[in-house]
């Protein structure tokens, strides 16, 4: 094996230039009644409270710091991507052996389970608004009656690329928080990086690929293009090899034994391969482990933001690359 992983379930996706103008699909709440949506943009000066100075060249960023609370790890993200950090998030715990980038300051305090996170505590903190994702559930209306709500969806039902979700919900999480310039330097930040990892991998060119992580030592997820990481794949330049649409989030589960149905040409393990699995008989005999067609990346976030998609781009075209060097 050449070298150097996580979770919630068919749909089929209509996509344009990740890193065109207008992202137009502001999401109706995932199975919650449709036509709701906030968006807040024409309330983005009330986000901020000038509790204290920012430094920064930009002339164009705000003077104030955004007082927020994101409810889910992909907005935490893409708040801090911006240049925010969150007074408090849910499941901080979380954070940095999954999610991993950018780093969590130390100071942000836990809310708790993002389906009951500590009202008392959102009261004392008093932000100025809550930022989360609808596709991973409603907020509750209790919350809302204590603080403005922001819905940033990122992955849209009918989107058939979810790194153009990636990019349109920096965009839209940018707007009220006043960080339209950061936002525009951060997403051609992203691209570079692409763009990089192109090059890395320019000696694969024409391969198809397979993504894959364990759910445990003997079922595996496969990623489609659809999902965030096989879309940022795309990107690159790479398709995946299955045909599978996958689920709502573009990837699909099978026995570990079933990836020998798989025709691609390389494939790429995420996360730690489990000991179990990497002992198991099974595992040994699959035909791309046995030819040694098989790469191993870090940790990389299945459920994330634009920050997520980075950092996939970065570890795809770094390990490619050294496997090209020494393979």
């Not at 995932?30 to 024409?42: E, S």
């Not at 608004?129 to 603080?147: C, H, K, Q, W």
Request: proline content about 7%; charged content about 20%; hydrophobic content about 40%.
């Amino acid at each position: 094996m050449r070298s150097s992983t996580h979770q919630p379930s068919n749909r089929k996706p209509g996509s344009r230039s990740a890193f065109g103008e207008g992202h137009d699909g502001f999401w109706t709440e995932l199975q919650l009644r449709r036509g709701f949506l906030l968006t807040l943009m024409g309330a983005g000066s009330a986000l901020l409270v000038p509790k204290r100075s920012m430094a920064s060249d930009d002339g164009n960023l705000p003077k104030e710091i955004p007082r927020i609370i994101t409810l889910d790890a992909a907005l935490t993200q893409t708040a801090l991507a911006l240049g925010v950090t969150p007074m408090a998030v849910c499941s901080r715990y979380f954070y940095a052996p999954f999610v991993m980038e950018p780093t969590l300051p130390g100071g942000v305090l836990e809310l708790g389970q993002r389906t009951e996170p500590n009202l008392e505590l959102i009261a004392e903190l008093r932000p100025s608004a809550i930022f989360y994702s609808p596709e991973f559930g409603n907020v509750t209306d209790t919350l809302r009656t204590m603080v403005p709500v922001v819905a940033i969806p990122i992955y849209q039902p009918e989107q058939r690329s979810f790194f153009d979700g990636a990019i349109a919900s920096v965009r839209m999480m940018a707007a009220p928080l006043k960080r339209e310039t950061m936002a525009e330097q951060y997403i051609q930040h992203v691209a570079s990086t692409i763009e990089k990892a192109r090059d890395a991998t320019s000696a694969y060119r024409g391969k198809s690929f397979c993504l894959f992580s364990f759910l445990n030592d003997r079922r595996a997820r496969v990623y489609t293009d659809r999902s965030l990481l096989g879309s940022t794949l795309k990107e690159i330049g790479f398709s995946s090899a299955t045909d599978e649409t996958g689920n709502e989030w573009g990837f699909f589960d099978m026995g570990m034994e079933r990836l020998a149905d798989l025709s691609a040409d390389e494939f790429v393990h995420i996360g730690d391969l489990p000991p179990r699995t990497e002992a198991s008989p099974v595992w040994k005999v699959l035909p791309f482990v046995r030819a040694d067609r098989l790469s191993s990346i870090p940790t990389n976030w299945m459920f994330g933001g634009l920050p997520s998609a980075e950092r996939f781009a970065r570890t795809f075209g770094t390990a490619m690359k050294n496997h090209g060097d020494h393979g």
